[in-house]
């Protein structure tokens, strides 16, 4: 059984991650080419990325000829929905909301964007609750 860390994807493997989604099934030379001028890595340091995406099971190597292809093996919306719970479950849920407000309020927005998220809130207006219940464990929050 693998660790729990082992399931997440760390910053510079987002990196890779998003590459992969673009340009699936891709080599790891044009990964690095995509990369080099943002990150400034090595051609060794992207196949060491790949290499633990694989080993986490977020990326699946096909061979082809004398190359290796890779792929995700989860789409970008999943591993986005993926990491943005995780982040919720980071805060005591009395949090989530002004979480959430921030987040809207530090993002540049498209006319769609507003219009998506006001549907959202409209919706989640029928079950909004009185107060949340704080979730967290004794001392590790104040509420
Ligand atoms: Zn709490």
């Known amino acids: 059984m693998q660790a729990a860390i082992d ?17 699936q099934p891709i080599t790891s030379k044009f990964i690095s080419e995509v990369l080099v001028d943002k990150m400034n890595w090595k051609p060794a340091t992207i196949k060491t990325l790949i290499g633990r995406l694989v080993e986490k099971g977020f990326v699946s190597t096909e061979q082809e000829g004398n190359r ?3 792929s995700a093996t989860k789409t970008e919306s999943e591993s986005i929905h993926k990491m943005t719970k995780e982040v919720i479950d980071h805060v005591c849920a009395t949090k989530v909301g002004s979480v959430l407000a921030d987040l809207i309020e530090q ?19 029928a079950d909004a609750v009185e107060a949340v219940p704080c979730n967290c464990v004794p001392g590790q929050c104040d509420c």
């Open 7 to 23: 399931s997440k994807i760390t910053d510079a493997e987002w990196e890779v991650m998003r590459v992969i989604w673009t340009n």
């Open 68 to 70: 290796y292809l890779y």
């Open 107 to 125: 993002s540049l927005l498209s006319k769609d964007d507003v219009k998506r998220l006001e549907e959202v809130i409209q919706s989640k207006k």
